[in-house]
Every structure is written in C-alpha cells, then in structure tokens.
C-alpha cells in the first residue's frame, strides 16, 4: 500500500478569489498579511507495485481528473 499526498495550487498569476476573501477576514480580526494563497491537499492510499508505479498513478490522478493544467499546478509525495 502506498500513500500519495498530492498538493493542488493556483499557477502563479491567477486569481484566488478564496484567499482575498480570508486574507481580508484576518485583516478585520487584527492579523495583518503580506500574502495569503489556497491550496487543495488530498491524501489517497492505494495498491502499486513500486513507488514509482504509484507516482504515475497519482500523476494520472492529477491530469484526469483533480487538476486542471491550465489553471493549476501540483506536487506528488508518494509514502509506503
């Protein structure tokens, strides 16, 4: 069994509508910030023979279906 921590962000550039708004709600509760930005983490465990069979499952996982490459980027660390 192995485990992929896969990390999903904004490409630089692109707007994170998500991320203005809790940087402004920190702003009114007095926790001022430089920068704020959002990511998605997904932790998904599952059968590969070797890590690096379950990397390209979890890079398959990315391309097909989690991320979307015009807008997004992600990393992949994959545990046994």
Do not use: Q, S
Not at 53 to 64: D, I, L, N, Q, S
Request: charged letters at 30%; aromatic letters at 6%; one cysteine or more.
């Amino acid at each position: 069994m192995y485990l992929a921590k896969i990390t999903i962000g904004l490409k630089e550039g692109m707007l994170d509508p998500e991320a203005t708004a809790i940087r402004h709600a920190l702003g009114n509760l007095g926790y001022e910030t430089d920068e704020l930005r959002t990511k998605k983490l997904f932790l998904v465990r599952f059968d590969a023979t070797d890590a690096r069979e379950a990397e390209e499952k979890a890079r398959g996982m990315c391309e097909r279906l989690l991320a979307n490459p015009v807008i997004h980027h992600f990393e992949i660390e994959v545990h046994r």
